[in-house]
């Protein structure tokens, strides 16, 4: 079992930054990637961006490509996103997950082997 916390979320202005932590324990060295996902009020989890354990390849929904980035501390079995450039519409629970097997991705049918119980990030003025 590997267990996942989010932290670091919190209430910002549009335009302000925020990083987010999530610490995995447990079996961490079974993972082979881990992933933001989100998902705002009525609507649709979104997929945020992920990385493989290794840290090697990095991905992005294109909501957020060159505005946040998804780094990964081996040392701590500690993955981050860095947000910048927020905007209203980032607004949302924020969720850490990670995979076994896979990179998570956008696709509406994946599933995670874990998920983090969530963190909310509001955007406003």
């Known amino acids: 079992q590997v267990q996942l916390v989010e932290s670091g979320g919190g209430l910002v202005r549009p335009g302000g930054s925020l990083r987010l932590s999530c610490a995995a324990s447990?079996?961490?060295?079974?993972?082979?990637?881990m992933g933001w996902f989100r998902q705002a009020p009525g609507k649709e989890r979104e997929f945020v961006a992920a990385?493989?354990?290794?840290?090697?390849?990095?991905y992005y929904g294109d909501s957020v490509k060159d505005r946040f980035t998804m780094s990964k501390d081996n040392a701590k079995d500690e993955v981050y996103l860095q947000m910048y450039s927020l905007k209203p519409e980032d607004t949302a629970v924020y969720y850490c997950?990670?995979?076994?097997?896979?990179?998570?991705?956008?696709?509406?049918?994946?599933?995670?082997?874990?998920w983090g119980p969530g963190v909310q990030v509001t955007v406003s003025s």
């Open positions: 447990g079996r961490t060295k079974q993972l082979y990637a």
């Open positions: 997950a990670a995979d076994r097997r896979t990179v998570p991705s956008a696709s509406s049918q994946y599933d995670a082997d874990y």
């Open positions: 990385l493989t354990w290794m840290g090697r390849d990095v």
